[in-house]
């Protein structure tokens, strides 16, 4: 693929004379970059294709300005999505990425839009910027970093790490304390929630206000562990069949795992009652 916004990890399978499944174009978090998604693209190999955006200022985009900016992020992944990707294609994003993911779709809702979102690590959208988005200092930044698990705390503490992640993490920062939703139509996408039960920037009730914004069916999965619940093994192993179930047949909710129609059970769980199913393969809630 000739664009510089995607990457890929693992080889796909061809259907003979129909080219690869759905693809999953996946959205990194705040100061994250394309490799976030290693794992994942060959845990999902060879039946989907995993293609990782690569953000502007990081890894081999480093010379280039970081996009402080949500909505100008969403504006060029979706104009790149539109010139590159063919054929059904799903979106996944974590924490940031699953804003960047919503608002990527937004921009192509009525236009080959995706066959559904994975939104993990964040609650929905409100109308202002979220309260644990507004950091002001770099000392502030590092220390949210090392706390939320993304980045290794004694790397941070190495000068040359540090001059390497803070650019893209400032700019990321900026976007998201910068960031409330704009009024408009909810999407027709059906919509998969993941969220780690101990995640101390995302309570499962902010993560369950997803639905809220699609028309779709909504399936909401609560995993044992923090923001980066991802960064488990089992939980990653998880995470991959969801979206193989998934996106086997897009146009339907997810049965992996035993979810259940929604209604006063799922309000129920995001409120704090137990979910069904084991933590570690993603207890469901809708």
């Known amino acids: ?73 969403a504006d060029a992944v979706a104009e790149e999505v539109t010139r590159h990707v063919r054929g059904p294609y799903a979106f996944f994003g974590h924490s940031m990425g699953a804003v960047v993911a919503y608002e990527t779709a937004r921009r192509l809702h009525g236009h080959g839009a995706p066959v559904r979102l994975f939104l993990s690590g964040r609650g929905a959208p409100g109308d202002e910027p979220g309260v644990h988005d507004r950091i002001g200092t770099d000392a502030e930044l590092l220390a949210v970093a090392a706390g939320l698990g993304g980045t290794a705390a004694d790397l941070l503490d190495d000068p040359d790490v540090r001059e390497m992640v803070l650019p893209a993490l400032r700019a990321d920062y900026r976007a998201l304390g910068s960031y409330a939703r704009t009024p408009g139509p909810r999407l027709h996408v059906p919509f998969t929630v993941l969220v780690g039960d101990r995640d101390p920037v995302v309570p499962v009730a902010e993560a369950a206000a997803w639905e809220a914004f699609t028309t779709a069916p909504t399936d909401c999965r609560v ?6 619940y991802l960064n488990d093994g089992t939980n990653l192993d998880a995470v991959a069949r969801i979206v193989t179930a998934a996106l086997a047949e897009p146009d339907r909710s997810p049965v992996d795992g035993g979810a259940t129609q929604a209604g006063a059970r799922a309000r129920s769980v995001a409120t704090g009652a137990s979910g069904d199913g084991s933590e570690g393969s993603g207890s469901a809630w809708r």
Request: charged share 15%.
């Open 1 to 73: 693929m000739s664009s510089e916004w995607f990457r890929t990890y693992a080889p796909v399978e061809e259907r003979p004379g129909a080219g690869p499944g759905v693809r999953l174009v996946c959205f990194p978090h705040a100061g994250g970059a394309a490799s976030a998604y290693v794992r994942l693209a060959r845990l999902l190999a060879p039946g989907c294709q995993v293609l990782s955006v690569q953000y502007p200022g990081r890894h081999d985009r480093r010379h280039q300005a970081p996009v402080a900016d949500i909505g100008l992020l």
């Open 223 to 228: 995993f044992a562990g923090a923001h980066f």
